[in-house]
Every structure is written in C-alpha cells, then in structure tokens.
C-alpha cells in the first residue's frame, strides 16, 4: 500500500505561483508513474501533467501547458507540481497519483493510488 499526501496548496492572486508537492510513504514499488489531476466544483477530474518514473517524459493539458512543470525527486519520493501564471480557472482540488506504468496518454484509470487532494484558490 501506499499513501500519498499532498502539499502547498493555498490561497494566490491571480499572476502568482504555487508549488505542489506530493510525497510517498509505506509499501512502494521502486519505480512509479506520477500524475496531477484537478477537480473544480461541478467539473470532472482533469488531468493535469504527469511524469514518467524517471522523469523523462512528460505531459501536460493544454489548459496548463506553458505556466507548468512536473517534476519529481526519487530519492526523496517527492513529485511536484510548479505552477504559475496562475488564474482563477486554476481553482479547483488538486490531487497526486501514482500507478506502476507509464501512460502515453495518462487518464485516472492510468493510476493505482490517490492523495487526499489539496485545496488551490486563485483569486482576481
């Protein structure tokens, strides 16, 4: 089993930055696929980016692509999330998951485990 807790989210003006982290903790596999979704109320879980285990290959949803960046430290079994140009259609709970393979077009079927979700209010 493993547990993944996010962090770093908050409240942000408009134009500013956040950055997310997602670290895992228990019974882990040594290489996991990584991903951001968000879910904004009365809309569907997004994707957001997501990471291979190695970090080398990436993607991202056209919505972010840009102001975005995934990445992620094995050794500290952290993923991140940097996000800026923030807006206010940025608002939403964004959640950390990880699954066993790598996607080329990841979805939420693509991953095993979730985190809680962490809360990032964009302000105008």
């Known amino acids: ?11 942000v003006q408009a134009g500013g930055s956040l950055r ?3 670290a895992a903790s228990g019974r ?26 190695s970090g080398g290959t990436q993607y991202y949803a056209d919505s972010v692509k840009g102001r975005s960046t995934i990445s992620r430290d094995n050794a500290k079994k952290t993923v991140y999330l940097q996000m800026n140009s ?13 699954g066993t393979k790598w996607a080329i077009l990841p979805s ?17």
């Open 86 to 98: 923030l807006k206010p259609e940025d608002t939403a709970v964004y959640y950390c998951a990880a």
């Open 28 to 53: 882990t596999a040594s290489r996991y696929a990584m991903g951001w979704f968000r879910q904004a109320p009365g809309k569907e879980r997004e994707l957001v980016a997501a990471i291979s285990w």
């Open 108 to 124: 939420k079927a693509t991953y095993d485990y979730w985190g809680q979700g962490t809360q990032v209010t964009v302000s105008s």
């Open 20 to 22: 997310l982290s997602c």
């Open 1 to 11: 089993q493993v547990q993944l807790v996010e962090s770093g989210g908050g409240l």
